[in-house]
């Protein structure tokens, strides 16, 4: 048994949780409060890598990177929700799906039109480039920020989420819309704020993915189907239900590409196992969502209230 | 006992801690017409939608002609020839009264699986559906949009509709309600030629039609039934005055 | 009954079929023969696009993942062929099963759900579809698989030529728009239409609404998958990237322009739409962007979105009476 690599790919299927999750829970938070389906929300992923990337090609921070291109994605979302977002939701959800195609293909060409067709390449800061040593398992330094940060943005939103005024509208507005508009709140400027975050944390996913895999074109579009798998599995509107159907979707999804066609030879013949393995791993986080469905409709954790 | 088509025994349904319908007794015989009274928030409209099979009940048991139905579904018992129509008028809107009606007739007429003769070529399906038009009056307006003519016009579509399923029961639900003087009369009219072949529960706040048409009346009050009896038997009952007819009514 | 929208009259189709049909000679004659290709690709989309529109148009069942089903006819051709089975009518049952059986158990856990729901789930199963393929390094996965010679049918009916090809579609074409048309206006389509507007009220009528959906969802994706089978014959080469849900988004893209719930309408979409690309991609690169722009402009401005439109339309059809 090879635990070092045991070790890496249950981290490995940590830090996809936890990048699903920041994409999941803005996702999540936009279907259940505004009824929004945003197709493009993994837009804003691609544009927080291309953001970052670009600062830190001028400045040489990863920091400044990261806070500049949060403050960005931010404002690009703002922006999103204010002109086209905001005219969407008394309408039908067709109109959501045309809109927000449309969105991509007006990103994706924008991004081609600023920074060229080939991807970008985010260098890292030497001391986020190493190895960490635990015992006997060596672990790359930068995944390990990862998945701190992803805990660290997680723990801040469970704050804001259940300890906050904000946090309480969110959760109220997740259940009932009418209600939350009844007492008076400023109900657009809370969406702005829910649509304007979801986008950052979304941005952030991207910043923190994109010194491993480059940013490119359309890197959000595919994505952001295992962010809506997420959604589903943990029930909309439910930021918990996205946090553990995030960490659970990613660990299935790693460690069924590392162990699946071991796992299946125990049951068939080797090269049976080692065609049918990888295909069936590709689906297997889809049989999940369809399992759900079956048996629990309303998600893993639905918000309180749902039937 | 009298023959009885509709038995409702123990019905209960509640909502967080509000009971709907608490234990809730009630027989519909055989080719009569059953009237629930009371006020509003009674229950009524709860009751109409468990005998439907909209809600489920909490407890309790529903028999259909000998047969518990409480584990049907609407389409189910629709099937079985219970035919609702609903308080708020639920009609497709952007279709003719007569394409409407034609669809209750198919389904009334076993599944329309059926793809390929088109369905306005169907004379005999075209006749049927304008003789249930014409029985609440609105042939002439067949082949307008159901949005286009008016609200009274549309609660005689609801009950066209049931008409055309050619049930064995009915559940009209405030048939009246939003319907004119002489819209009105022409609906007590039709109940009145049904009686004897068709079995109806109806709920009506309108006095007139209910005391000149229910052959059994039952009033509800706080989600129970506190009195079953003839009409006149009930309007001289103290305890139904009291709960219900008794203030601002004659 | 007419079912055309107000402004074009069926003569004006029939006229639309007539040229269609005589394309072939028209176009040698103008010595344009490259805008056959074109022409076949927009009547095989044109096929898929009124397939989704008896679910969505229709049926108000919005699915963002029927190019699945274009992906699993054309590799119905592809992988018999891999393995130098030829067969025409093998492909096409290949094709009209696999898809019946894929898109009942999907369908069958999809239409328990509804809106926002549904869309995911149907773009969730069209991207599984489309990574299991990708994952297939036997048929080439990401390079893609390679159709060296087309499905083979008796003589008469061979496909092999350009031309002969372009009959093949055009003659499916006629096949869907005439189903269709049947379809909807029989027992069966009036129930999906129904309960499009008024499932409650279908079902209070006795119609188990989810029984008659599933079955429209099957017809539909196995029509798609016939659709597929000849895109697999006319690209010769095909990749996971037909299935993705963006290829699913331009379907409804195509559906949307031409008019939702008409007969005609996703033929003209898709027509327009690939005549667009075509145009637009000539001109600049970066034709996604109007594209783009386009649709948002579409949403946003025209009557009252999409669903002015569908609200226009039953107001216009229903009074043709």
Redesign the interface.
Known sequence: MDWNLLVTQLMNGLQLGLLLFLLASGLTLIFGIMDFINLSHGSFYMIGAYFCGTIVAKTGSFVTGIIVGLIGVFIIGALVEWLIARKLYRKDHLDHVLVTFGLILIFDTLVHLLWGASGMAIPLPDVLNGQLSFGGLVLPTYRLLIIVAGLLVAAILFILVTKTRLGMLVRAGASNRTMVEALGVNIDRLFLVVFALGAAMAGLAGMLIAPITEASIGMGNDIIIVAFVVVIVGGIGSVKGAFYAALIIGLIDTLSRSYLDQLLTLTMPGNYAETAAPALSAMLIYILMAAVLAFRPQGLFPIAGVK | MADQLLEITGLNKHFGGIFATENVNLSVERGTIHAVIGPNGAGKTTLIAQLSGQLKPDSGNIEFDGRSIINDSVATRARMGIARSFQITSVVMPMTLLENVMLAVQGGSGHSFGFWSPVHRDRAMETSAMSSLAEVGLEDRARRTAANVSHGEQRQLEVAMALAMKPRMLLLDEPMAGMGKEEGAMMIDILKRLRGDMTILLIEHDMDAVFSLADQLSVMVNGHVIATDTVENIRANKEVQKAYLGDGHA | ?SWLPANLSGRSYALLLAILALAPFILEWANQPFYLDLLSRALILGIAAISLNLI?GFGGM?S?GHAAYIGIGAYCVGIPSYYDYYNGWLHLALALSVSAIFALI?GA?SL??K???F???T???S??VF??F?????YGADDGLVIYSRSEFPEWLSMDSGVSLYYWVFAMLLLSLMFTH??V???????I??SR??E??????????YR?RL?CYVISAMMCSVAGMLFGNFAGFISPDIMG??RS?EL??MV?IGGVATFFGPLVGTIVFVLLEEFLSAIT??W??I??????A???FGKG???GW??SW??K???H?
Not at chain 3, 185 to 191: D, Q
Not at chain 3, 200 to 209: H, S, Y
Not at chain 3, 291 to 296: A, E, H, N, S
Request: proline residues 0%.
């Open positions: 009954m969505l919005i963002l999907t856990i328990r759900t809106g926002v729901y869309i995911m789930i773009m969730a199963f991207q599984m990574f299991t990708l994952s297939m390094e036997e049947r379809l206006h029989a027992r069966f389509g009036r129930v239409v129904g507007f008024n409650q009220r279908m079902q209070a009528l006795g119609f188990n609404t008659y079955t849900w963006a988004g409804i893209f949307i690169v970066y996604h962007l594209f783009g722009v386009m649709l948002v579409l949403v946003l979105g999409i669903h569908l609200s039953d107001r059809e229903a009074d009476g």
